[in-house]
Nanobody, 115 residues
């Protein structure tokens, strides 16, 4: 069955860094665009970053551009989100998403930025 599993969430101080990983299985990973979304308490889910099938094209939300980097390793069926210069407003549940015609979601991982 299709499965997306996120790793790397946790508590970090403002200005710190975290690296999220998402391991995929059950579908042809290299044929799917991969995305990271996040949802903060009381707010709608927002798209944070997108990467194309080869990793050659990336897009970011204005709120994270210059601080976050999405990457993928197709040979390992894994997508990453490197998060630097973290701010309290980055606190959210982060979700891994695979999209082509079908749309698959991970379970989410909590990122908390606080002193």
């Amino acid at each position: 069955q299709v499965q997306l599993v996120e790793f790397g969430g946790g508590l970090v101080q403002p200005g710190g860094s975290l690296r999220l990983s998402c391991a995929a299985s059950g579908f042809t990973f290299s044929s799917y665009f991969m995305n990271w979304y996040r949802q903060a308490p009381g707010k709608e889910r927002e798209l944070v970053a997108t990467i194309d099938t080869s990793g050659g094209l990336t897009r970011y939300a204005d709120s994270v551009k210059g601080r976050f980097t999405i990457s993928r390793a197709n040979a390992r069926n894994t997508v990453y989100l490197q998060m630097n210069s973290l701010k309290p407003e980055d606190t959210a549940v982060y979700y891994c998403n695979a999209r082509r015609v079908n749309n698959y979601w991970g379970q989410g991982t909590q990122v908390t930025v606080s002193s």
